[in-house]
């Protein structure tokens, strides 16, 4: 895909639309930044380590724990976050449904942009963070609401009697 596309692409994704054009081209020209997965490849493995994360940028990706389906994401959505900010092992392992362009922002890339971009980024990947964490925490309101998860131990022991 040449840079046009790839810039046209970029400046649809929030993680980068807030970015100027100059900015966006710098990160189109960071080396070995796109990846293209095939329909059943996996794109991050559970358990492995890796000081990267991708942003989905076309095609349908399925997330896995434990081989159960946890989810399904579309761009612009990204994954791997955790594991880049933290240095962790992946959570997850992600397969792709379909061919999927992705990019990829490792450590190395990400410490070469210039500062005002990875500040930008690094907004983007919280933001992107306190949205999982408020989806879960609305799920499991849910199922606390169903009386299937116990509100404290305490009251899942009473429970248990």
Do not use: H, W
Request: aromatic share 6%; charged share 25%; hydrophobic share 45%.
């Amino acid at each position: 895909m040449d840079n046009v596309k790839l810039l046209d692409i970029l400046g649809r994704i929030p993680l980068f639309n807030d970015l100027s054009e100059s900015d966006r081209k710098v990160i189109v020209a960071m080396p070995k930044a796109f990846d293209v997965f095939s329909a059943g490849d996996v794109i991050v493995r559970e358990g492995e380590k890796e000081a990267c994360f991708y942003i989905l940028l076309t095609g349908i990706a399925k997330v896995f724990l434990n081989g159960q389906e946890l989810a399904t994401l579309r761009p612009p959505q990204f994954v791997g976050e955790v594991g880049f900010i933290c240095n962790e092992p992946r959570i997850a392992t992600v397969i792709a449904k379909e061919q999927v362009m992705a990019m990829k922002l490792d450590a190395a890339n990400f410490s070469k942009l210039p500062g005002a971009i990875r500040e930008a980024v690094k907004d983007r990947i919280i933001a992107g963070l306190i949205a999982r964490l408020s989806d879960g925490n609305q799920s499991l309101m849910l199922l606390r609401s169903r009386n299937k998860y116990p509100t404290s131990v305490a009251q899942g022991m009473r429970n248990m009697n």
